[in-house]
């Protein structure tokens, strides 16, 4: 099994912040990796997929990065809506980190 | 446009077979290249993959749930179906539903459905 690490698990920044959001597979897995946002009570929401594709209609202060075993989400300059748990996937052999809560500092 | 809606008891008890069902509109689920998944949440907890039935009826399981988890496609009424056996309370989650693109990411989601394990 391909486990995914994530890094912090929590979080605390402040609206303008420059966020990074670290992922590593125990393993190589290629550009086989998707960021997804979560909201309480709410399904998760695509934001990267490929490792740095953008989805369609999210803020391009949003990117990914990363190939084989670590991945970074950033965003660039953290806006009042993305307080949220971010997680990273890995779609070799299917597995989510455990999240990344973002809080408010 | 496409949506996906799960449906299934809210409670199941100890021992017994949790049986979920998500309903797809907006698109047939033999209809293309995707990738027909269930994934958990346990309450205030992260994301675990389940499995999925792929567009030609194959299927793919996490392996430590495999040994308990079917999953099952009935392109009549464009549905598909999580069995899972032999539940404890660790089962307790919200289950979702979601497509797979691209070999298994997933743009869209059903709203999920909280199921409890418990006597």
């Known amino acids: 099994d391909i486990q995914m690490t994530q890094s912090p698990s929590t979080l605390s920044a402040s609206v303008g912040d420059r966020v990074t959001i670290t992922c590593r597979a125990s393993q190589s897995i290629s550009s086989y990796l998707a960021w997804y946002q979560q909201k309480p009570g709410k399904a998760p929401k695509l934001l990267i997929y490929k490792a740095s594709s953008l989805e369609t209609g999210i803020p391009s202060r949003f990117s990914g990065s990363g190939s084989g075993t670590e991945f970074t989400l950033t965003i660039r300059s953290l806006q009042p809506d993305d307080f949220a748990t971010y997680y990273c996937?890995?779609?070799?052999?299917?597995?989510f980190g455990q999240g990344t809560k973002v809080e408010i500092k | 446009q496409l949506h996906l809606q799960e449906s299934g008891p809210g409670l199941v008890k100890p021992s017994q077979t949790l049986s979920l069902t998500c309903t797809v509109s907006?698109?047939?689920?033999?209809?293309?290249?995707?990738?027909w998944t269930w994934i958990r949440q346990p309450p205030g907890k992260g994301l675990e993959w389940i499995g999925y039935?792929?567009?030609?009826?194959?299927?793919y399981y996490n392996p430590s749930l495999k040994s308990r988890v079917t999953i099952s496609g009935d392109t009549s009424k464009n549905q598909f179906s999580l069995n899972l056996s032999s539940v404890t309370a660790a089962d307790t989650a919200v289950y979702y539903c979601a497509r797979g693109w691209g070999s298994g990411y997933y743009r869209s989601w059903g709203q999920g459905t909280l199921v409890a394990v418990s006597s």
């Open positions: 907006g698109v047939s689920i033999n209809g293309g290249d995707y990738y």
């Open positions: 039935i792929y567009y030609n009826g194959s299927t």
């Open positions: 996937q890995q779609y070799n052999s299917y597995s």
